[in-house]
């Protein structure tokens, strides 16, 4: 292009329009991204949307016939009565094979709170003079973990010595160890497995991390 015979007022148009070429194109650019964008992700999260539902009714399912037949394989011999954490159930040829599992955390209600003032009661009055390692040693079994429980696998020693003091405050204290507690349930949940080329269990995976 011959510059020499456009004035500036021209050239400032032609640059005018340019830029507002460049800046329609951008906005079509811009417009036609966000669009597909946008398009793609209501689609995908609306069908995640209805498989997250479909799961969790097909969970309801599972989790029901679990329970139900789970209650009926132990009349029939095939779970142990006593089964706290869950089973398994395989077909007569051996093909598919489903588990239960049942997680659980034992802890505490509020009671435990007596407890503790009543055994440190007991302790500085009764036992730190007589018997410091004693004392230490149960102080050890009271500390609290990281997030201020109680821990039930160092609770479980000081109930099997719950006949070593008959100190009405240890000898309730005891008790309340005892009817305070209990177990919470965490989660369940319920796995498939189908035996794959070489006869071993293959996890059919209900979880995109695992797949």
Same mark, same amino acid.
């Given at each position: 292009?011959?510059?020499?015979?456009?004035?500036?007022?021209?050239?400032?148009? &032609? &640059?005018?329009?340019?830029? /507002?070429?460049?800046?329609?194109?951008?906005?079509?650019?811009?417009?036609? #991204?966000?669009?597909?964008?946008?398009?793609?992700?209501?689609?995908?999260?609306?069908?995640?949307?209805?498989?997250?539902?479909?799961?969790?009714?097909?969970?309801?399912? +599972?989790?029901?016939?679990?329970?139900?037949?789970?209650? /009926?394989?132990?009349?029939?011999?095939?779970?142990?009565?006593?089964?706290?954490?869950?089973?398994?159930?395989?077909?007569?040829?051996?093909? #598919?094979?489903?588990? #239960?599992?049942?997680?659980?955390?034992?802890?505490?209600?509020?009671? +435990?709170?007596?407890?503790?003032?009543?055994?440190?009661?007991?302790?500085?009055?009764?036992?730190?003079?007589?018997?410091?390692?004693? #004392?230490?040693?149960?102080?050890?079994?009271?500390?609290?973990?990281?997030?201020?429980?109680?821990?039930?696998?160092?609770?479980?020693?000081?109930?099997?010595?719950?006949?070593?003091?008959?100190?009405?405050?240890? +000898?309730?204290?005891?008790?309340?160890?005892?009817?305070?507690? &209990?177990?919470?349930?965490?989660?369940?949940?319920?796995?498939?497995?189908?035996?794959?080329?070489?006869? /071993?269990?293959?996890?059919?995976? &209900?979880?995109?991390?695992?797949?």
């Amino acid at each position: 292009m011959d510059l020499s015979n456009i004035t500036s007022a021209e050239l400032e148009k &032609l &640059l005018a329009e340019k830029k /507002k070429q460049e800046k329609e194109a951008y906005l079509a650019k811009k417009t036609d #991204y966000e669009s597909y964008r946008d398009s793609m992700v209501k689609q995908y999260t609306t069908e995640a949307e209805c498989l997250n539902k479909k799961l969790a009714e097909f969970k309801g399912r +599972v989790m029901n016939f679990m329970e139900e037949f789970g209650e /009926k394989a132990r009349q029939y011999g095939d779970v142990k009565g006593n089964s706290k954490g869950g089973y398994g159930l395989r077909d007569t040829n051996q093909n #598919y094979y489903m588990v #239960y599992e049942y997680n659980s955390r034992p802890e505490y209600d509020e009671r +435990v709170l007596l407890a503790e003032t009543l055994i440190k009661e007991f302790l500085e009055e009764m036992v730190k003079k007589a018997n410091i390692k004693t #004392y230490n040693t149960i102080n050890a079994l009271m500390s609290r973990n990281n997030k201020g429980d109680f821990s039930p696998a160092r609770i479980s020693p000081l109930l099997k010595i719950k006949d070593n003091y008959d100190d009405p405050r240890w +000898v309730r204290a005891m008790q309340l160890f005892e009817e305070s507690s &209990l177990i919470r349930s965490i989660s369940n949940s319920v796995s498939f497995f189908k035996k794959d080329e070489n006869g /071993k269990d293959e996890r059919i995976s &209900l979880s995109f991390p695992s797949i």
